[in-house]
């Protein structure tokens, strides 16, 4: 009989200014962090987390005013990204993270590696430029229309023009001192993956990360 996969639990960070809650899966290997982009939250990653489960410990925290963690006074890449480190160093797994970001949190998973040990970065549907100025214009581009329809509802984006003025500052990372094994905006090389890969296919999406680990 085959041992049953690691149920996701649901945990915060301690500190009361700037609180993370994240899903976990799993007490072992190397850590698997999964960033949501914008208006979304950490339920967009449960399809593929199920999927990687009992091969590593997958993490999916939601960013500052998204799902069930609060707002916060700042909001900018780099405090991110260190109550980000600080989550992964809480789990005492000892082994650099592989950080996965969709979206506009292709930036941050990029700001997290270019200054806190990461394995590897991996980015999905990374936006050219800067932020869209409305909320309708971040959603049309975020292209749901590609998601399958049984997967629809793990991907809701919040409809928040204060949530997205919050964080108008991001911008795309201008160094990238890890390497990427994502698409880049205008770089050449393959054809991009699906949009919302991750979610189109969760089972290969997992796959690919699992030949990371």
Same mark, same amino acid.
């Given at each position: 009989m085959q041992?049953?996969?690691?149920r996701?639990?649901?945990h915060?960070?301690?500190?009361p200014l700037?609180r ?12 698997v962090l999964l960033l ?13 987390a ?6 590593c410990?997958?993490?999916a925290?939601?960013?500052p005013g998204?799902?069930q963690? #609060?707002?916060?006074?700042d ?31 292709a930036w ?7 200054a806190?040990a990461?394995?590897?970065?991996l ?8 932020l ?9 581009a ?5 998601? #399958?329809?049984?997967?629809?509802p793990?991907?809701e984006?919040r ?13 795309q #990372?201008?160094?990238?001192?890890l ?10 090389? #393959?054809?991009?993956e ?12 997992a ?7």
């Amino acid at each position: 009989m085959q041992p049953q996969p690691p149920r996701r639990s649901t945990h915060a960070t301690n500190s009361p200014l700037n609180r993370l809650v994240y899903d976990r899966w799993g007490e072992f290997g190397r850590p698997v962090l999964l960033l949501h982009g914008l208006l979304f939250d950490r339920a967009m990653w449960w399809p593929v987390a199920a999927e990687l489960a009992g091969d590593c410990t997958v993490i999916a925290p939601d960013l500052p005013g998204h799902g069930q963690s #609060p707002s916060r006074a700042d909001y900018s890449l780099e405090r991110i990204a260190e109550d980000l480190a600080g989550l992964v160093l809480g789990l005492q797994m000892h082994r650099a993270p592989i950080v996965v970001g969709h979206g506009t949190s292709a930036w941050l998973a990029l700001a997290f590696a270019d200054a806190y040990a990461t394995q590897c970065v991996l980015t999905l549907d990374e936006p050219a430029g800067c932020l869209p100025g409305t909320v309708d214009d971040l959603v049309a581009a975020a292209g749901l229309a590609a998601v #399958p329809e049984h997967y629809r509802p793990f991907a809701e984006p919040r409809r928040d023009p204060a949530l997205l003025a919050a964080y108008a500052g991001w911008s795309q #990372p201008p160094t990238r001192r890890l390497a990427v094994a994502g698409a880049r905006p205008g770089a050449p090389g #393959p054809a991009p993956e699906r949009t919302f890969g991750h979610l189109t296919d969760p089972e290969g999406f997992a796959a690919r990360l699992r030949a990371l680990l």
